[in-house]
């Protein structure tokens, strides 16, 4: 089992650029790896490090100024590549929630399978919640998963998103499809048992 997601109120991380794609969100040299260990370190990593392997002080992930479990994108994230890599780079740096006004589709359901909740909402709201964290960083976001909705504290406006019912319901309960299977093992043999 997973942790299970409730209510997220944290602090953003904002990356407004458009079209960004799974290999930028994990190069293609990384792939080899067979765990979902450690990706978190590689996230961004040709826009993170140069070559030499030091930071680059202008990308926002390495910015003091900015942290926590929600990233802000521009729209169409997570377009490219199918690699669920990606996902788990995301999930293993700590993100719970991303947030654009367009996902690539795939991308969108490697997310909910890593347990990272993407919400799409409009793009007045998305150019206005970069506004409010380009003004104070330490500018909140509330999203609540079992009421759908996402909320900007700085100007108390809220939208309502969409998510397929059994994701919601495996992402509050913390269950991965094997897990959800498991839990209804009895209701599968009760069904089969009738049709022996």
């Known amino acids: 089992m997973k942790t299970k997601f409730n209510i997220v109120r944290s602090t953003c991380v904002p990356l407004p650029l458009e079209n960004v794609d799974t290999d930028q969100i994990i ?3 990384f792939l080899k790896a067979t765990t979902k260990e450690g990706f978190g370190e590689n996230l961004f990593c040709d826009w993170r490090y140069d070559k030499q392997g030091n930071k680059i002080d202008s990308f926002v992930l390495n910015n003091p100024l900015y942290g926590g479990e929600i990233l802000v994108a521009g729209k ?8 669920e890599h ?4 995301i999930a293993d740096y700590g993100f719970r929630v991303v947030v654009s006004s367009f996902f690539a589709d795939i991308h969108k ?3 909910l399978n890593n347990f990272v909740l993407p919400v799409v909402v409009s793009e007045p709201f998305l150019a206005a919640l970069f506004a ?7 500018t909140e976001v509330v999203v609540d998963l079992p009421a759908q909705t996402i909320t900007n504290t700085m100007t108390q406006t809220s939208e309502t998103f969409e998510i397929n019912a059994y994701k919601k319901h495996c992402l ?3 269950l991965d499809d094997i897990d959800f299977l498991l839990s209804n093992k009895h209701k599968i043999e009760t069904w089969e048992n009738q049709y022996k």
Not at 76 to 83: K, Q, V
Not at 86 to 89: G, L, T
Not at 132 to 138: A, G, H, L, N
């Open 172 to 174: 509050m309960h913390g």
């Open 86 to 89: 990606a996902a788990w780079a």
């Open 27 to 29: 190069p293609a040299r």
């Open 109 to 111: 359901n490697n997310e």
């Open 76 to 83: 169409n994230f997570g377009s490219g590549s199918s690699r």
């Open 132 to 138: 409010s964290i380009e003004k104070d960083p330490t």
